[in-house]
């Protein structure tokens, strides 16, 4: 039911935290080449904003809606830039598709949530596919789960899926341009390194397809 969604939100954003706290230097780096070099550190201060909120509804016996409410909010507050931003709506937008009443949540469920994660980056950022930013990862993420949902795969095996297909398309957007935010000016320069927040949107959803498996 929903509030055992929301524990496990709460379980799989702390666990992100962890990831994070190791992946926080090279995301750091990866934002320097043509950035300012703080995704890393911005991402950190989000999640782990995120994690406490998050268990502060489940203590508060609140559904998974709210909890991802409450996740989002707190990691948009605390993150600061433009990433935190995003992902802190992201994240609020995703809940509000799932609600608190749907149960069991199946593969198109999430894959409904996982869209309006997408539309609300979309609207907020202004970015489109091929810019050069987290949506590179997060559209074909969403397109995996959408063909999982189409085939009747179970949540956990087509998450698992779109992780390995988020991953790939993470490493592929090496070879583009950014069109939009900081990188922008120095493009040239981007060209050759993936986009740090595409990379880091990769290790959250490849973090919680092993949290998954558990
Ligand atoms: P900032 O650029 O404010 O320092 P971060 O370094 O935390 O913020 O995040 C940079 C990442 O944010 C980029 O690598 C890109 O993936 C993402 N990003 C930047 N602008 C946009 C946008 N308009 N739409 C979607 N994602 C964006
Ligand atoms: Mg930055
Ligand atoms: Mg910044």
Redesign the pocket.
């Known amino acids: 039911e929903s509030r055992a969604y929301g524990r496990a939100v709460a379980g799989a954003l702390a666990e992100v935290a962890e990831a994070l706290a190791v992946a926080e230097e090279e995301l750091g780096r990866?934002?320097a080449v043509a950035?300012?070099?703080?995704?890393g550190r911005?991402?950190l201060r989000g999640v782990r904003a995120a994690a406490g909120a998050a268990q502060a509804a489940v203590d508060g016996g609140h559904g998974v809606a709210s909890v991802l409410g409450a996740a989002g909010d707190a990691w948009a507050a605390r993150?600061?830039?433009?990433?935190?931003v995003?992902w802190g709506a992201a994240l609020r937008s995703a809940g509000e598709q799932l609600g608190d009443e749907r149960s069991p949540l199946g593969t198109a469920d999430v894959r409904a949530a996982v869209w309006a994660a997408v539309e609300t980056?979309?609207g907020?950022?202004?970015?489109e596919p091929g810019?050069?930013?987290?949506?590179?990862a997060l559209v074909p993420f969403h397109d995996a789960l959408d063909t999982a949902a189409g085939s009747d795969t179970p949540v956990g095996a087509a998450w698992q899926q779109a992780a390995r297909v988020a991953d790939r398309a993470a490493e592929e957007t090496a070879g583009l341009r950014?069109r939009?935010?900081?990188?922008r000016p120095l493009a040239d320069r981007s060209v050759g390194t993936p986009?740090?927040?595409?990379?880091?949107?990769a290790l959250c959803v490849r973090t919680v397809a092993v949290a998954f498996e558990r």
């Not at 950035?35 to 995704?39: A, W």
């Open positions: 990866l934002d950035g300012d070099g703080d995704h911005g991402m993150a600061g830039g433009t990433s935190g995003l980056v979309q907020l950022g202004g970015a810019d050069k930013t987290l949506l590179d950014p939009v935010g900081r990188a986009d740090p927040g595409a990379v880091s949107l």
